[in-house]
């Protein structure tokens, strides 16, 4: 077979874009497009998450079988191929070929049949999934690194667990292989996700090792910066803080999605009190270091009280996160949520998440007026008019916003400059080169 052009589309989260590189990684004889129109496959690797990424999903699949070649072949898989299979297989006709989250090594197959217009589905349970061989998306100085998958929290309004099955860490030595082999291809920035990453470890060694494996990966020569996203509150130890804020290529961040803070909301999340989220920030602020929290809440939970709301709000403004995202509850076919009484209005749901944004906007605004004056060492992600997009290590990708570098002189993507703020805003910041970097 002649080589074949083959595009990507991976939405939803960055563990979902891992998933889309270890199947690129099997496919043989092949050469990424970003031009879906000339690719001789499209693979679309969809979200199930939640309803806004569902609709997202069916929208992109729909709008690559308009734009796709004739003879081309489309692909979906992901999790909303995972969870509901045989609606999809019936109600989506342009679709070549259908497959599950563990079946990365069925790629191949899926092409043969699709090209000859043989329809396709398998949802095989193979996870032996191949990280060496992974065709990374990203930006070659950034790769994210699952380091396991599956979750057995069993949160009320997630369906996570019944798609991607029970919590699995991967080996120690295996995440430490890859994580190596990336380094030496160029990657200067490794996340480590998984859809728990502070309980890493214990389903293979009996207790937590997530502090052990990033003091490890810290060791890689040429790594700069280690962080890690995902992080449970009541899973946050003393030893994975005093690990990150040690450790001076580990940067000093920690993604804390703790969904609300009134404590009856939370134990209908079956999900931990509120005291585990204080103990955590108590352990972070004691560090004395610029530590940058990020966190997750959501509006709207079945029989969210005004008084519920206003204990979140209250926090939200004392505690003063560093980034937050807000989600308007979302019922979710299959889990215990959504069959609960006192499901709230789809209005308040989504006008108590804007207030919740209206209170953190106003907390990103101070805090990024602090950070005037400030230097900070900035990846260089992108040429625009004027200068160039880059981040700081406060800022993840595609979440934290994007802090913009107004200079005449020629940066190379993916290097790394020093940078003096001049000024920002909400959420973005602005400055200017160091004379010296």
Same mark, same amino acid.
């Given at each position: 077979?002649?080589?074949?052009? $083959?595009?990507?589309?991976?939405?939803?989260?960055?563990?979902?874009?891992?998933?889309?590189?270890?199947?690129?990684?099997?496919?043989?004889?092949?050469?990424?497009?970003?031009?879906?129109?000339?690719?001789?496959?499209?693979?679309? /690797?969809?979200?199930?998450?939640?309803?806004?990424?569902?609709?997202?999903?069916?929208?992109?699949?729909?709008?690559?079988?308009?734009?796709?070649?004739?003879?081309?072949?489309?692909?979906?898989?992901?999790? !909303?191929?995972?969870?509901?299979?045989?609606?999809?297989?019936?109600?989506?006709?342009? $679709?070549?070929?259908?497959?599950?989250? *563990?079946?990365? @090594?069925?790629?191949?197959?899926?092409?043969?049949?699709?090209?000859?217009?043989?329809?396709?589905?398998?949802?095989?349970?193979?996870?032996?999934?191949?990280?060496?061989?992974?065709?990374?998306?990203?930006?070659? *100085?950034?790769?994210?690194? %699952?380091?396991?998958?599956?979750?057995?929290?069993?949160?009320?309004?997630?369906?996570?667990?019944?798609?991607?099955?029970?919590?699995?860490?991967?080996?120690?030595?295996?995440?430490?292989?890859?994580?190596?082999?990336?380094?030496? @291809?160029?990657?200067?920035?490794?996340?480590?996700?998984?859809?728990?990453?502070?309980?890493?470890?214990? +389903?293979?060694?009996?207790?937590?090792?997530?502090?052990?494996?990033?003091?490890?990966?810290?060791?890689?020569?040429?790594?700069?910066? !280690?962080?890690?996203?995902?992080?449970?509150?009541?899973?946050?130890?003393?030893?994975?803080?005093?690990?990150?804020?040690?450790?001076? /290529?580990?940067?000093?961040?920690?993604?804390?999605?703790?969904? *609300?803070?009134?404590?009856?909301?939370?134990?209908?999340?079956?999900?931990?009190?509120?005291?585990?989220?204080?103990?955590?920030?108590?352990?972070?602020?004691?560090?004395?270091?610029?530590?940058?929290?990020?966190?997750?809440?959501?509006?709207?939970?079945?029989?969210?009280?005004?008084?519920?709301?206003?204990?979140?709000?209250?926090?939200?403004?004392?505690?003063?996160?560093?980034?937050?995202?807000?989600?308007?509850?979302?019922?979710?076919?299959?889990?215990?949520?959504?069959?609960?009484? /006192?499901?709230?209005?789809?209005?308040?749901?989504?006008?108590?998440?804007?207030?919740?944004?209206?209170?953190?906007?106003?907390?990103?605004? %101070?805090?990024?007026?602090?950070?005037?004056?400030?230097?900070?060492?900035?990846?260089?992600?992108?040429?625009?008019?004027?200068?160039?997009?880059?981040?700081?290590?406060?800022?993840?990708? +595609?979440?934290?916003?994007?802090?913009?570098?107004?200079?005449?002189?020629?940066?190379?993507?993916?290097?790394? $400059?020093?940078? +003096?703020?001049?000024?920002?805003?909400?959420?973005?910041?602005?400055?200017?080169?160091?004379?010296?970097?």
């Amino acid at each position: 077979m002649s080589e074949l052009m $083959v595009a990507a589309i991976s939405l939803g989260c960055s563990k979902n874009r891992v998933d889309t590189e270890l199947i690129l990684g099997a496919i043989e004889n092949a050469r990424m497009t970003d031009n879906v129109q000339e690719a001789d496959v499209i693979i679309v /690797n969809t979200c199930g998450f939640i309803e806004a990424a569902k609709s997202e999903s069916i929208e992109t699949i729909l709008e690559m079988a308009e734009l796709k070649k004739e003879d081309a072949a489309l692909i979906v898989c992901g999790c !909303l191929t995972e969870r509901y299979r045989e609606e999809l297989e019936r109600e989506l006709p342009e $679709v070549d070929a259908f497959m599950g989250i *563990h079946a990365y @090594n069925d790629i191949g197959e899926a092409i043969k049949s699709a090209l000859a217009k043989k329809r396709y589905s398998s949802y095989t349970e193979n996870e032996e999934a191949d990280f060496l061989t992974r065709k990374v998306t990203t930006p070659p *100085h950034m790769v994210y690194v %699952r380091i396991a998958d599956g979750c057995d929290n069993f949160c009320s309004y997630c369906a996570i667990p019944y798609i991607r099955g029970g919590f699995r860490s991967r080996t120690m030595e295996d995440i430490l292989a890859e994580t190596e082999m990336l380094v030496s @291809n160029g990657a200067e920035e490794i996340i480590f996700v998984a859809q728990d990453t502070t309980r890493y470890g214990e +389903d293979l060694y009996g207790t937590a090792k997530l502090a052990p494996l990033m003091k490890k990966a810290a060791e890689i020569p040429g790594l700069r910066w !280690l962080r890690v996203l995902y992080c449970y509150p009541e899973s946050i130890t003393q030893e994975l803080i005093d690990t990150i804020a040690g450790t001076e /290529n580990i940067v000093n961040y920690i993604d804390m999605p703790i969904q *609300h803070t009134s404590d009856p909301i939370l134990s209908e999340m079956n999900r931990r009190a509120f005291a585990y989220t204080e103990k955590a920030i108590d352990m972070i602020r004691k560090t004395g270091k610029e530590f940058v929290i990020r966190t997750t809440v959501m509006t709207g939970f079945p029989g969210e009280t005004e008084e519920d709301f206003e204990k979140l709000k209250k926090d939200v403004q004392e505690i003063g996160f560093d980034r937050l995202g807000v989600f308007a509850y979302s019922a979710e076919d299959g889990t215990p949520a959504a069959e609960m009484k /006192n499901q709230i209005d789809e209005e308040i749901k989504q006008a108590r998440a804007d207030e919740i944004m209206q209170i953190q906007s106003r907390i990103s605004g %101070r805090k990024g007026q602090e950070t005037i004056g400030r230097r900070y060492t900035a990846v260089v992600e992108a040429k625009v008019d004027g200068g160039y997009e880059a981040r700081t290590e406060y800022q993840v990708p +595609d979440v934290d916003g994007i802090l913009y570098i107004k200079t005449d002189r020629e940066l190379m993507i993916g290097s790394f $400059v020093q940078v +003096d703020i001049v000024d920002a805003d909400e959420y973005d910041l602005y400055g200017e080169l160091y004379e010296n970097s």
